[in-house]
């Protein structure tokens, strides 16, 4: 498995937040989400590797091209798609994918006319009279029909239904059949990433907290559920939070012989919740 995107030292500053340094390997060929709470500097990164906003240090690869290396190329590989609309909001949907395709001499008509029917995208409308979902899909049509090597996708699902979700989250599968192409996406919506994400990236305040394979990461993290009254072993705990019925927290699968519970592989919820953000209350790990 090669490595489509490479971080190295990246950093982004502001006035009251920084990002990195990040270094980072996104793998070809799979969906890999980032997961953090807000302002955990999801955006940025997502940005920052697009170069949409590109980071104030640190270098930059995708496909092994550099943006100051070759900005057509590059421009071409990777793109990054959020419910954002960057250009003329008085254009109609089909004047904004006529422009963008002018662009692209490898525009996938066929894909053009199929997703407009699918995303049910009104070719006479103007964009300001779109909603948050019907912008976010005219923004997914135009990142999808040059074929990048790399979509990045700033909270996909955000104003979508729920039917609309599934559908979209169907077209990524498809879309990274081939091994060839690549999705990193953020969303609040984990359910999302439990279907489809094959890699997560944790981020807490501006720094990657966890990176591995998804299935990976419930295999290393158990949920466990006990009796208020049960003495909770000292080491291997990550954290807890005790209700008035019950008990609940996460352990490291290799630690749960240390005592009787209810156990079960974790939700990338709950591991944001407990390993990343360390719950209410903190244990010690060894």
Not at 24 to 38: D, P
Not at 138 to 149: D, G, R, S, T, V
Not at 200 to 205: A, G, W
Request: hydrophobic share 35%; aromatic share 10%; with cysteine.
């Amino acid at each position: 498995m090669s490595n489509v995107v490479k971080v190295k030292r990246a950093v982004q500053s502001y006035k009251d937040f920084q990002l990195g340094p990040i270094d980072l390997n996104i793998k070809e060929g799979f969906i890999t989400a980032v997961i953090g709470r807000n302002g955990a500097g999801k955006t940025t990164l997502l940005k920052g590797i697009s170069h949409a906003e590109p980071f104030l240090s640190g270098e930059v690869q995708v496909a092994n091209i550099s943006y100051d290396q070759d900005r057509v190329n590059f421009n071409e590989t990777i793109c990054y798609v959020s419910e954002e609309m960057n250009m003329y909001s008085y254009f109609t949907v089909q004047q904004a994918i006529d422009f963008v395709s002018s662009f692209y001499p490898n525009w996938d008509i066929e894909l053009e006319d199929r997703l407009l029917n699918e995303f049910k995208l009104p070719p006479k409308k103007q964009i300001h009279h779109l909603s948050k979902g019907m912008k976010l899909k005219l923004n997914m049509l135009l990142a999808l029909c040059f074929h990048p090597k790399v979509l990045i996708l700033d909270e996909p699902t955000a104003g979508l239904d729920p039917v609309a979700r599934q559908e979209l989250l169907m077209l990524l599968q498809q879309w990274i059949e081939t091994g060839e192409k690549t999705v990193i996406l953020s969303s609040h919506i984990t359910t999302d990433f439990e279907q489809i994400a094959d890699y997560v990236i944790f981020l807490k305040e501006g720094q990657v907290l966890l990176y591995e394979e998804k299935e990976q990461l419930k295999e290393n993290y158990l949920y466990f559920t006990v009796s208020p009254q049960t003495n909770l072993p000292k080491t291997g705990i990550y954290s807890y939070q005790k209700g008035m019925y019950e008990t609940t927290g996460i352990i490291d699968r290799d630690q749960e012989e240390q005592f009787e519970a209810q156990y079960r592989p974790a939700t990338l919820d709950e591991i944001l919740y407990y390993v990343v953000e360390r719950g209410p209350n903190h244990a010690i790990l060894d």
